[in-house]
């Protein structure tokens, strides 16, 4: 891959816990999947997610990135966490620091329900 080449990513991940999930096995919204659900209120026995991202890659080393991901509960503790739609959705800037390993570092921000960041990131979600 060239350096200014774009890239579209996606990806689907299912977690799924079955009988007696205990708290410490529960699956989090959160993370590389649905960005930013940062409290780790949203917890389940499983989880459903699928999460994009569109980078931008220009010449100079320099990039954008756009992300959006859904994701669903069920099995949670509050009953009205379950089933119910995560949204995530955010956008960034990316810097290849090291071209020989394609080494990027980068700055994000994302909303999710009720949450925000703004994050320093090297290395790319996925």
């Known amino acids: 891959m060239v350096a200014n080449d774009d890239v579209l990513a996606v990806r689907a991940h299912l977690n799924a816990g079955l009988g ?11 993370n590389k999947d649905i ?3 940062s409290l780790g209120e949203f917890r389940g026995d499983g989880k459903i997610a699928v999460h994009t991202e569109y980078h931008k890659n220009c010449d100079s080393g320099l990039g954008l990135v756009g992300f959006f991901g859904l994701a669903t509960l069920y099995g949670a503790d509050n009953y009205d966490y379950n089933w119910k739609l995560y949204p995530g959705i955010g ?3 990316r810097y290849t620091a090291i071209k020989k390993n394609k080494l990027k570092v980068g700055l994000d921000t994302a909303v999710g329900d009720g949450d925000w960041g703004i994050h320093f990131r ?3 979600a996925f």
């Open 20 to 30: 007696d999930v205990d708290f410490e096995q529960q699956v989090v919204i959160g």
């Open 35 to 37: 960005r930013d659900y």
């Open 91 to 93: 956008t960034g800037f």
């Open 122 to 124: 090297i290395g790319e």
